[in-house]
């Protein structure tokens, strides 16, 4: 039977194979690279310097790293394209092929071969996800040493989680219209939907904790302006906000208006300073909540997607008697 799923299903399985092997050699090679790179790749990586006219004003090399760095946001729909390659066909192909009237016969239950298959193809994603996500933070480690929703979406429980959870999404969606595009245009919307909700769903697993922005960071004036960094690297950074005196929540846009004009009215005032009635907040969690939150993220979304599978299995037998 596992040979038979093998034939039906090696495209895909060595596409994923193939796109697992190659973005994690060149994670690992741009990982390397950063961690051989000399001081122009520090002093461009520093917060204060994080543009691309640093990187390219130094030499050719700094240019092809802002250029990896670049790629951090679209990889976020990484487990998007996994799962289409995965979950979008499985079923649905054999429907309009009319295939699954054979393969059903082959001495095996239909709920056998179903399973069968989403084992290997599960099996396969849970592979190439997890060696991706090891790539990563590899790679992420060499340039920012300090946790952050960017390193979240990329650790090593949430992305197999989150691609195994669009896997069956995508399967759930493609079997239920009949149409495989239907599952790939879900799973990249769902997925999205997960890059937007994670900074709210770090807030209801846990409360992070709060502290003023001067106390949470260092700041360091040069020639130049002046540089941050987190007191404590290991926290898990989630954000800032500005208030007022009374407490009240301003809104992000008018906070960073208010503080531009301050500085500007003031050349000599200290660049990090704030004016008179603005507060600005800082959002983290203590490092030892990570692995926490990672369990709890990668939890939901394997709960979620069992239910998928379930449902995907309800179809079948509600379809094909």
Known sequence: MFWLVWRRNRVALLSLLIMGGLLSTVLLGAGLAFRAAGPELARCLDELHMSSSCFYEQDGLLSVFWAALSLDRPMVLLPAVLAMTAGAPLVVREFHRGRHQFLWTQERTREQWFAGTVAVMFGAV??????????????????????????????????????????ALCLLVSTAMRRRVIGVVTSLVAAWGLVLATPFALTVYTAPETMPSAEYFEYEGDSDGYSVTPVDPSAFYLGTRFEDDAGHRIPDQHGYQLTWEHRNADPDAEPWSLPDGLHEFVSYHPADRYWLLQSIEAGVLLVLGTFCVGGTVWLLRRRTG
């Open 126 to 167: 849970l592979l190439v996800s997890l060696t991706i996500a090891a790539s990563m933070t590899f790679w992420k480690a060499q340039y920012s040493p300090h946790a952050d929703i960017g390193a979240f979406h990329h650790g090593m429980l949430v992305l197999p989680a989150r691609t195994l959870f669009l896997t």
